[in-house]
């Protein structure tokens, strides 16, 4: 089986910043790209970005600037450092790893539960 939990989340004041992290463990054999999505009351799940295993970033353009993801692949972490919060930045956080189980498995997407992040005064 493989997990994936995200800690991290909080409730934070417009202008803060918060660090959430996302460790997958279990039986893994390997992780290509993982990524942050989130999603808020009454709306659609939406990409925030991806990382893949070398380190290339991809962020949706409403956080482009304001956010940073980094990976620990030693670890199967990942991170969302995120700057300057806006109230609308108030979602569940969700992580998900495209790995392989083994190596002869094909890669597929695992998700985790999420982390709620609400940024109010």
């Known amino acids: 089986q493989v997990q994936l939990v995200e800690s991290g989340g909080d409730l934070v004041q417009p202008g803060g910043s918060l660090r959430l992290s996302c460790a997958a463990s279990?039986?893994?054999?390997?992780?290509?790209?993982m990524g942050w999505y989130r999603r808020a009351p009454g709306k659609q799940r939406e990409l925030v970005g991806t990382?893949?295993?070398?380190?290339?970033?991809n962020y949706a353009d409403s956080v482009k600037g304001r956010v940073t993801i980094s990976r620990d692949n030693a670890k199967n972490t990942v991170y969302l450092q995120m700057d300057t919060l806006k109230p609308e930045d108030s979602a569940v956080y969700l992580c998900n790893a495209l790995l392989q189980t083994t190596i002869i498995d094909p890669a597929r997407f695992y998700w985790g539960q999420g982390t709620q992040v609400t940024v109010s005064s």
């Open positions: 990382i893949t295993r070398e380190g290339t970033t």
């Open positions: 279990g039986s893994i054999f390997s992780i290509s790209t």
